[in-house]
Nanobody, 123 residues
Framework: VQLQASGGGLVQAGSSLRLSCTVS????????LGWFRQAPGKEREFVAT????????MYADSVKGRFTISRDNAKNTVYLHMDNVKPEDTAVYYC?????????????????WGQGTQVTVSS
């Protein structure tokens, strides 16, 4: 399983951004999916997750109401739509796959990781 994240960049506070992560493999529709981020000097932290059916999603408190995770099984892609971004959202964003299908907020629940895409929010 390989993951390719894209869509990062330099944006101003208050704007919107959409990250994409395309996943190789024939069983994408069975995967739980997650987004995590890591800011300089900090540990990797949970951002959002969606289960294999797309019916259950969960968010970190810091992004709740601003970020939306979604999936398109026809395109083997998971998205993270980011609204009203803040300077504290600056980080490298990683997508991840849980082959068990549930997703979750813990790093250890995921077996496969993408290479990350940089998001920088200027004030």
């Amino acid at each position: 399983v390989q993951l390719q994240a894209s869509g990062g960049g330099l944006v101003q506070a208050g704007s919107s951004l959409r990250l994409s992560c395309t996943v190789s493999g024939r069983t994408f529709s069975d995967y739980g999916l997650g987004w995590f981020r890591q800011a300089p000097g900090k540990e990797r932290e949970f951002v959002a997750t969606i289960n294999w059916t797309g019916t259950i999603s969960m968010y970190a408190d810091s992004v709740k109401g601003r970020f939306t995770i979604s999936r398109d099984n026809a395109k083997n892609t998971v998205y993270l739509h980011m609204d009203n971004v803040k300077p504290e959202d600056t980080a490298v964003y990683y997508c991840a796959v849980d082959s068990g299908g549930l997703g979750g907020s813990r790093i250890r629940e995921y077996e496969y990781w993408g290479q990350g895409t940089q998001v920088t929010v200027s004030s």
